[in-house]
């Protein structure tokens, strides 16, 4: 393993550097042997071994191209992220990194999150027959909650500085045998590198856009496209875009500042929650990834996030507002007509149910129901 910030190398899978940035694997470019399930298919490149006895059968996803394209002068195409077991792309890491705690002995698995990580861990936590600790915050709804805790977890709500509780619970975690799988871990971002690999199997894409976080799936796709590179697989690399609200922007705001490291953002506020993050775990890398790969930063509103998910609602697509930030960014970026797009919609919209302003429903007398079906108000 390697920092990607100071270069430091290590030979245990360690989570975080000396220095205090991640630590990630090498770049994997050998002579890759390709089969069944985008696991098997891309066999050689994970650094543990797919446990498929643990799979729920996470990953291969559909990429469908959207009408939405058209409107915008682009080849717009939608990787379907909500059609994984727990409806999210977190899924994918997970399936790899409980791959790696099964596979060393670990009898507990945890998380820190408030919404899709803490249901996945939970998911798989079940299926591997482990203890899973979620820890989340103070301010986490019920609603949310319940969809973890039917997994058998042990729920725990912390007070108190929450953008800690990631540091602390490693530290924890290492001391009592709990294998922490945050937002960033790094078998969770190798996890993530599948779904560049199953967008390279269907087509070559001139961009991608990125709902970014904590910043472990655009690592995760980078790395992905990156290896593939290196492996002569494709001969050309996307431009990523990494995505954020504009009410919760450390990464993008460094970034267009020419900042070498992010900031934390004071008083975030967005609708979008998922990727609510004032202090991303792996913001500094981001950075370094968009400068050296061309990428580029976009900020959408919460008006403009609504917007866009009702836009995709219209096409059949149901996905949470952080899902929908990608489609919001296409209109405010200058891309060159007749580009293919993939915006990656990372999660289910039933998983946020209580932000969707209800369409109106119409009343009907059962003797009316003719006149109510030839109006269509
Ligand atoms: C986790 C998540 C993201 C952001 O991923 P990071 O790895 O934290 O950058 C985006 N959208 C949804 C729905 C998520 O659950
Ligand atoms: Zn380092």
Redesign the pocket.
Known sequence: MKCPMCGKEYTEPIQRCECGEPVEFELFHGEPYIAKSVWERFYDFWPVEPNLELSLGEGDTPLIRSRLGKELGVKLYLKNETANPTW?F?DRGTFLAMSYAVKVGYKAVGTVST???AASVAAYAARAGLKAKILVSGSASDEKLKAVSIYGADVIRVMGDYGRLYFESLELGEELGIYFMN??NPFRVEGYKSIAFEIAEELTPDYVLI????????RGIAKGFLELFASGLIDKIPTLIAVQAEGCSPICRAFSEGKGRIERFETPRTIAH??E?PYPPSGNVVLKLLRELGGKCVTVSDEEILEAQKRLAEEGFFV?P??ATGIAALKKLNIPEEAKVVSIL??SGLKTISQIEGRSVRECELEKLEGCLKSDS
């Open positions: 999210s977190k919404g899709n990580m937002s960033d709902p970014t976080s904590s910043g472990g799936l655009f998922a990727i993050n949470q952080s899902s990372t999660g």
